[in-house]
């Protein structure tokens, strides 16, 4: 694995920037006036109650979906990017398949994807199951093919939607080891999660959403020593906030 | 009923003495509807697809209207071939009318409407699951295409197996188009409406069960081939 950790690593990702970001549907604002910008390749967790627009600022700041306000800015070259979903989406094809085809997506030359697909494999625990349809795996087993297609894109920066919500203690284990890989290989990192613990593992920096609204963007410590906002208060307390 | 009896005597000993007209017959018959199938599967699965993609002004007009064109009356689609081909017609120069290939003409017309609209469907409802890891992985919607029906393979062969249905089931286009002339442009059912209207009804039974055999073997194999693949993709 170690040569597809020297291909890309130019020293520095382009800045991020989400200004005066909002999007409304059927005129009811899910997320308004969100401005933040995302530097270096840290680990960014989105922490915030359920409808507090985390899956939606991962889709704004990715471009699945264009914002209704503001903009979603790179200052510089747009970077290589990839998204792991809640539900990982996989084709009806085998495990390998999947894999071979994202590298076919991304200009991989035909002779090579084999091998570094099953290199994917074998690196994410998947390599016996290389020729099982991906559809039959289990949860944990899809998201971790999920993981490695991700891999295989050699993203610099990584879009996490709530990867780990439907799965098991060894299966969230997996995905928060792949994660601090990513992050090793220099690769920026905005994950969203509702588990407080998962992110006190894993944040570096927290955004903290509470109806479509942003609260908080400040260092994990301090966030979780002494949140600036009530809300964010009584989120950490356990409260119910919305 | 000793017709009846006659009837399935009279299909089991053309079918057993290999009749070479009724071997005739059968071979024009798939070959039409079999290039019917194909030629429509072939424009039909993108064109479905890119209507299930792409959303443009005047595309509900058209989704409803190649729906109403899967029930596209077989003697009106060989009446507009007919006009098409004719002499006088605009194609006229071609000399299409009354050969196989003019057969085959109106029976993509009738089978591409159904293929259409049913993969259309198909291919909508696998979009919005895929959509997003797709746009993910950077792919514009004219590289969503392949994968999309690629991906709908097992339902899309159900499609094209309707699509065959309807080919070799009509009469009226291929009746008008073709003409029925013995050896030349006679198929299965266009044999069938001319013995039965002689009076030869053990004759036209006899193909008729041909024709139910024929159209159930090529769906028996559709099915055998779907089934393995659906046991091998989960």
Redesign the interface.
């Known amino acids: 694995m170690n040569d597809m950790l020297q291909v890309h690593t130019p020293a520095s990702i382009a800045p991020l920037e989400l200004d005066g970001l909002g999007f409304t549907h059927r005129g009811q604002p899910l997320l308004s006036d969100l401005s933040l910008r995302l530097d270096g390749c840290r680990r960014t967790l989105v922490l915030g109650p359920n409808g507090a627009g985390k899956s939606l600022l991962m889709r704004l700041a990715h471009g699945l979906l264009p914002p209704t306000h503001g903009r979603v800015r790179w200052q510089g070259e747009v970077p290589r990017q990839a998204m792991v979903f809640q539900r990982p989406v996989l084709l009806k094809r085998s495990a390998l398949a999947n894999l071979t085809y994202a590298l076919a997506v991304h200009g991989t030359p035909r002779l090579r994807r084999r091998t570094l697909a099953r290199q994917a494999l074998e690196r994410f625990g998947l390599g016996a199951l290389a020729h099982r349809p991906a559809r039959v795996l289990s949860g944990g087993e899809q998201q971790r093919l999920a993981l490695a297609r991700a891999w295989l894109l050699e993203p610099r920066m990584l879009f996490l939607d709530e990867p780990t919500s439907a799965l098991d203690p060894a299966a969230i284990k997996a995905v928060e080891d792949a994660v601090t890989d990513f992050h090793w290989r220099g690769t920026r990192i905005l994950m969203s999660t509702h588990d407080l613990h998962q992110a006190r593992r894993l944040a570096d920096e927290v955004i903290f959403l509470c109806g479509g609204r942003l609260l908080e963007h400040s260092p994990a410590e301090r966030f979780f020593t002494a949140p600036a906002t009530p809300q964010a208060a009584a989120f950490l307390r356990g409260e119910l906030v919305w | 009923m000793p017709q009846h009896d006659s009837a399935f005597a009279t299909a089991l000993a053309l079918i057993l003495d290999l009749d070479p007209t009724l071997l005739g017959i059968v071979v024009l018959s798939l070959q039409v509807s079999l290039s019917a199938v194909l030629i429509a599967a072939l424009l039909a699965l993108p064109l479905g697809a890119a209507l299930a993609l792409w959303r443009f002004p005047g595309r509900g007009v058209l989704v409803v209207a190649l729906n109403a064109l899967m029930g596209l009356p077989p003697v009106v689609a060989g009446l507009a071939v007919y006009l098409l081909l004719s002499r006088a017609g605009p194609l006229g120069e071609l000399g299409l009318l009354f050969t196989p290939g003019a057969m085959v003409v109106a029976q993509v017309l009738l089978v591409l409407p159904i293929i259409a609209a049913l993969t259309r469907q198909q291919v909508e409802e696998l979009h919005l ?2 959509r ?2 797709l ?5 514009s919607r004219l ?1 969503m295409i392949p ?1 999309l029906l690629w ?1 709908a393979r ?1 339902g899309l062969m159900t499609v094209v197996l309707a699509g065959f249905g309807r080919a070799s089931a009509e009469v009226g286009a291929v009746m008008i188009v073709g003409g029925n002339i013995d050896g030349v442009t006679r198929v299965m059912t266009t044999a069938i409406v001319l013995e039965t209207s002689k009076g030869n009804l053990p004759l036209a039974l006899g193909l008729g069960i041909v024709l139910l055999g024929l159209v159930g073997l090529v769906n028996a194999a559709a099915h055998l081939v779907g089934e393995t693949a659906r046991r ?3």
């Not at chain 2, 746009?135 to 792919?139: A, D, E, K, P, Q």
């Open positions: 699951e895929y997003e890891q746009r993910s992985l950077g792919l590289r994968t991906d097992l091998r993709l989960g």
